[in-house]
Structures are given as C-alpha cells and as structure tokens.
C-alpha cells in the first residue's frame, strides 16, 4: 500500500538524503539542480532521471551549458513503500543513484554496489 506523504515532507526527505553525502562528494557536484516532480510524464513508475552531462564527459564545449538536472518522482517513490522508513531508504538511495550518474558511475557499476 502506497505510503501518504506531503510534498513538503517528502522535499526534507530529498534535503535530508543530500545532506549524507559526504562533503568532498558533494563539493564537487558541479552544475546541477536538485528537482522534486510528482511523475515521470511518460515512464510514470520511475523513481529518479539524471539528465545532463556527466562529470567525466564534460570537455571544453560545456562551458555555458545549463545546469545537469536530477528529478526524484515523489508519487513513483511513495507508490513502492509501505512505510514512512523505506521511504527514507528509497529517498536515499534514489539520490546517490542519480548524483553517482553525474559522477559518469552507470546503472551496471551501481548495481553492483547495491545502489540501484
């Protein structure tokens, strides 16, 4: 059953999740914006998108170029929970999953670390 949750609440959960990374990873976090969407308009289930340029791409032409995005999609999220407590855990893991893909980490490397 699907967790209920504010928006507000779900947004310190996002602020929350952030704050755990660790200062040197998230002083290099470079041209990004953190943004909070209730879904995906045509992948509805997912939880989170990085779009952008990762960190281990980017080369003379990025100069200028508008800020990388990460969306975490607070319905898909609360829709998998069944408590306020995996909430945390999927907020959580949903945003080191993302910020890993601004790093140039991809989906197989995170699997195996147990973030996906």
Not at 37 to 45: D, F, I, N, V
Not at 64 to 92: F, K, M, N, W
């Given at each position: 059953?699907?967790?209920?949750?504010?928006?507000?609440?779900?947004?310190?959960?996002?602020?929350?999740?952030?704050?755990?990374?660790?200062?040197?990873?998230?002083a290099a976090?470079?041209?990004?914006?953190?943004?909070?969407?209730?879904?995906?308009?045509?992948?509805?289930?997912?939880?989170?998108?990085?779009?952008?340029?990762?960190?281990?791409?980017?080369?003379?032409?990025?100069?200028?170029?508008?800020?990388?995005?990460?969306?975490?999609?607070?319905d898909a999220?609360?829709?998998?929970?069944?408590?306020?407590?995996?909430?945390?855990?999927?907020?959580?893991?949903?945003?080191?999953h993302e910020?890993?893909?601004?790093?140039?980490?991809?989906?197989?490397?995170?699997?195996?670390?147990?973030?996906?």
């Amino acid at each position: 059953m699907a967790v209920q949750m504010s928006p507000q609440k779900f947004d310190e959960l996002v602020s929350d999740a952030l704050d755990q990374i660790p200062q040197r990873l998230a002083a290099a976090i470079d041209n990004v914006v953190i943004l909070v969407e209730a879904r995906h308009p045509e992948e509805p289930s997912l939880l989170g998108l990085y779009e952008g340029i990762a960190l281990t791409e980017r080369d003379s032409f990025y100069a200028g170029s508008l800020p990388d995005a990460i969306t975490i999609y607070r319905d898909a999220i609360l829709d998998i929970c069944d408590s306020e407590e995996q909430v945390v855990e999927e907020v959580t893991i949903t945003v080191v999953h993302e910020i890993a893909h601004h790093f140039g980490i991809g989906d197989d490397r995170l699997h195996e670390l147990g973030w996906a």
